[in-house]
Each structure stands twice: as structure tokens, then as C-alpha cells.
């Protein structure tokens, strides 16, 4: 098994930045991508980035390309989202998720967080 506990997130003004960060502990060698999630209010659950843990592939959803970046560290287990430039429309709560296989923006990832809240005020 593996257990993905999220940090960071909070309360930001629109144009401002936050990063949340993810640590894998357990079976973490079963791992081969990293990402991150959403969920808004009254929202299905929508990719938003993720990262394979060898090599330089990464996956951006369109609508936060170019504002937020993934990013990793392998001694660490640890995946962080970098977000810049948020916007209201960004608020959610945003999930880690890890999976095994290729790098995809399906849902269908095995392991999941607990979730951490980002509000983005206008």
C-alpha cells in the first residue's frame, strides 16, 4: 500500500501564489507518477498536473498551463504544485494521487490523499 499526505494550501488573493506539497510513504517503489487533482463545489474531480517519478515527463490540464508547476523530489517521496497567478476559479480542494503505468489525466489513478483546501479570494 501507499499512503499520500498532502500539505500547504490555504488562502490566497487572486494573482498571488501558494504550493502544496505531497509525501508518499509505504510501497512507494510501486509508484511511477505522481499528480494532482481537484475538486470544486458542485464539480466532478479534474486533473490539473502530474509528473513521472523517472525521467522529465510531465502532464498539465490546458487551464493551468504556463501558471502552475509540478515538480519533484525522489529522496524525498515529496511532489509539489507550484501555483501561480491564482485565479477564484482555482479554488478547490486539490488531491494527491499516485499511480502505477503510464503518466495519464484520467481519474483512474490508485492511490489517493486526503485532499488540502485552496480558496483563491477575488
Known amino acids: ?13 487572486a494573482g498571488g501564489s501558494l504550493r502544496v506539497s505531497c509525501a508518499a510513504s509505504g510501497r512507494t517503489s510501486s509508484i511511477d507518477n505522481m499528480g494532482w487533482f481537484r475538486q470544486a463545489p458542485g464539480k466532478e474531480r479534474e486533473f490539473v498536473a502530474g509528473i513521472a517519478m523517472s525521467g522529465s515527463n510531465t502532464l498539465y490540464a490546458n487551464s493551468v498551463k504556463g501558471r502552475f508547476t509540478i515538480s519533484r523530489d525522489n529522496a524525498k517521496n515529496t511532489v509539489y504544485l507550484q501555483m501561480s497567478n491564482l485565479q477564484p476559479q482555482d479554488t478547490a480542494i486539490y488531491y494527491c494521487a499516485a499511480r502505477r503505468g503510464v503518466l ?6 490508485k492511490y489517493w490523499g486526503q485532499g488540502t ?3 483563491v479570494s477575488s
Open 1 to 13: 500500500q501507499v499512503q499520500l499526505v498532502e500539505s500547504g494550501g490555504g488562502l490566497e488573493q
Open 104 to 109: 495519464t489525466s484520467l481519474t483512474r489513478w
Open 117 to 119: 483546501q485552496v480558496t
